[in-house]
Nanobody, 126 residues
Framework: QVQLVESGGGSVQAGGSLRLSCAASSDAISRYCISWFRQAPGKEREGVAAIDSDGTDFYTDSVKGRFTISKDNAKTTVYLQMNSLKPEDTAMYYC????????????????????WGQGTQVTVSS
């Protein structure tokens, strides 16, 4: 069983930055594919970024160049650094863990992710 706890959400103005954290209950981040998903009101949940056990990362097109996913195995924590935030980034952000290796399609297959956190809200105002 892997428990994931997100933190770091908040309200910022467009152009601002936030760093989200996903703390894992075990060394899962060193062995699993960890991903950030988000869901805006009235929209489907979508994959944002993923990081594999070897550190390889993947991003959805809308956040490339603005968001960076990273991890600290010693702290069993995955981060999502979000820069140049836009109002359309407003959503509940969730981290999730999959025992499958990450690949470019991971962000589109939510069913691969067995463990999910409770989410942290990000609100970007214009």
């Amino acid at each position: 069983q892997v428990q994931l706890v997100e933190s770091g959400g908040g309200s910022v103005q467009a152009g601002g930055s936030l760093r989200l954290s996903c703390a894992a209950s075990s060394d899962a981040i060193s062995r699993y594919c960890i991903s950030w998903f988000r869901q805006a009101p009235g929209k489907e949940r979508e994959g944002v970024a993923a990081i594999d056990s070897d550190g390889t990362d993947f991003y959805t097109d809308s956040v490339k160049g603005r968001f960076t996913i990273s991890k600290d195995n010693a702290k069993t924590t995955v981060y999502l650094q979000m820069n140049s935030l836009k109002p359309e980034d407003t959503a509940m952000y969730y981290c999730a863990a999959s025992w499958y290796r990450c690949y470019s399609g991971s962000l589109r297959i939510q069913s691969d992710f067995r463990y999910w956190g409770q989410g942290t809200q990000v609100t970007v105002s214009s």
